[in-house]
Nanobody, 127 residues
Framework: QVQLVESGGGLVQAGGSLRLSCAASGRTFSSYAMAWFRQAPGKEREFVAAISWAGYTTYYTDSVKGRFTISRDNAKNTVYLQMNSLKPEDTAVYYC????????????????????WGQGTQVTVSS
């Protein structure tokens, strides 16, 4: 079992930055690939970024490439999402998710592959 708790959301002006954190419980955090998804009001949950268990491989959705960076610290059981140059369309609830084992190119963006989810943290970007 892995429990995930997100933090770091808030209200920011367009062009600003936020860093989200996701703290995981459990001794096997380093064996899990991690990801961030987001869900805006009235929209489906969408993939944002993912990182392999060792941190060597990362994936991003096109709309955040060059602006967001996912990283992890296995010693602290924490994954981060640094968000720069935020836009109003980034407004959403952001969720952390965990997948035990390997990230595959064919499925890293599929929410159904992730076994554990946090409760979400709200990010609001004003124009």
């Amino acid at each position: 079992q892995v429990q995930l708790v997100e933090s770091g959301g808030g209200l920011v002006q367009a062009g600003g930055s936020l860093r989200l954190s996701c703290a995981a419980s459990g001794r096997t955090f380093s064996s899990y690939a991690m990801a961030w998804f987001r869900q805006a009001p009235g929209k489906e949950r969408e993939f944002v970024a993912a990182i392999s268990w060792a941190g060597y491989t990362t994936y991003y959705t096109d709309s955040v490439k060059g602006r967001f960076t996912i990283s992890r610290d296995n010693a602290k059981n924490t994954v981060y999402l640094q968000m720069n140059s935020l836009k109003p369309e980034d407004t959403a609830v952001y969720y952390c998710a965990a997948l035990q084992g390997t990230l595959y190119r064919s499925s890293y963006d599929s929410a159904s592959k992730y076994e554990y989810w946090g409760q979400g943290t709200q990010v609001t970007v004003s124009s």
